[in-house]
């Protein structure tokens, strides 16, 4: 069974800056693709961001250029760098492994952005 242990969030300012961490449990992790998704409250689940085994990586509309995904597949670990916060980024965020046809999820994150 794959685990998934977030880390990173928190409260932070409009505009500041937080680095969320994922780690694996399964050396599968270099194989898989990763993602972060985010739930507001009152709002669904979406996708923020993803990246392959490859390296390619793909954002939400609404975060481009202010979030990078990354990872390091030597710690099992995905990364979600989060610059320029707002208001509306405040979520719960998730990190995914996908082994097909099965999708992880971590227990979440909370990100609170507020002054």
């Known amino acids: 069974q794959v685990q998934l242990v977030e880390s990173g969030g928190g409260l932070v300012q409009p505009g500041g800056s937080l680095r969320l961490s994922c780690a694996a449990s399964?050396?599968?992790?270099?194989?898989?693709?990763m993602g972060w998704y985010r739930q507001a409250p009152g709002k669904q689940r979406e996708m923020v961001a993803a990246?392959?085994?490859?390296?390619?990586?793909n954002y939400a509309d609404s975060v481009k250029g202010r979030f990078t995904i990354s990872r390091d597949n030597a710690k099992n670990t995905v990364y979600l760098q989060m610059n320029s916060l707002k208001p509306e980024d405040t979520a719960v965020y998730y990190c995914?492994?996908?082994?097909?046809?099965?999708?992880?999820w971590g227990q979440g994150t909370q990100v609170i952005v507020s002054s």
């Open positions: 399964e050396s599968i992790f270099s194989i898989s693709r």
């Open positions: 990246i392959t085994s490859g390296g390619s990586t």
């Open positions: 995914t492994l996908d082994q097909l046809p099965t999708r992880y």
